[in-house]
């Protein structure tokens, strides 16, 4: 199994930037991609972006430009520095793991950090 604890949200006016973090631990070494995604207030959880290990990386359009996602593979940490935000990036944001073969298929998600961005 691999456990994952977001951290690094907070309240930030327009125009500022926060870094959120992803701790892995457990299964580590199944782990394949990392993924972040967002919920905000009333709307459907959304993709943000995923890191491939080999260094594949995809964004939402919506956040193409802003965002930037990252890894530290020494520390199990991946991240997502986030720039220019706006009211609507204003979510819970959650990371997930998907681990692959020979280790169990899996996804496994983090407990969410809240971002709030005010206009």
């Known amino acids: 199994q691999v456990q994952l604890v977001e951290s690094g949200g907070g309240s930030v006016q327009a125009g500022g930037s926060l870094r959120l973090s992803c701790a892995a631990s457990g299964r580590t070494d199944c782990i394949y991609k990392m993924h972040w995604y967002r919920q905000g207030p009333g709307k459907e959880r959304e993709f943000v972006s995923t890191i491939v290990s080999g260094g594949l990386i995809i964004y939402a359009d919506s956040v193409k430009g802003r965002f930037t996602t990252s890894q530290d593979k020494a520390s199990n940490t991946a991240y997502l520095q986030m720039n220019s935000l706006k009211p609507e990036d204003t979510a819970m944001y959650y990371c997930?793991?998907?681990?692959?073969?020979?280790?169990?298929?899996?996804?496994?998600w983090g407990q969410g950090t809240q971002v709030t961005v005010s206009s």
């Open positions: 997930k793991s998907t681990t692959r073969a020979p280790c169990e298929v899996q996804n496994y």
